[in-house]
């Protein structure tokens, strides 16, 4: 996962969901980390991860285009 850096972060897991699915229907790769801490699920967010590569237009994307 060295090659993939965050472009969103978020603690609700459908928001990321959300990026993630607008970020592959503009044909760019997006993987969601769950970082939320296993027990209680209290602490912690939910990570959407690109390609290096892809992180500029992703950026534009999320900025641009997505309002919760």
Not at 21 to 50: D, H, M, R, S, W
């Amino acid at each position: 996962m060295e090659n993939w850096i965050k472009v969103f972060e978020d603690g609700m897991q459908v928001r990321a969901e959300i990026v993630k699915g607008i970020l592959i229907e503009n044909e760019i790769q997006a993987v969601v980390l769950n970082k939320k801490e296993t027990i209680y699920q209290i602490f912690g967010t939910y990570e959407v991860l690109v390609k290096r590569e892809d992180a500029m237009n992703a950026t534009k994307f999320i900025q641009n285009a997505i309002t919760f």
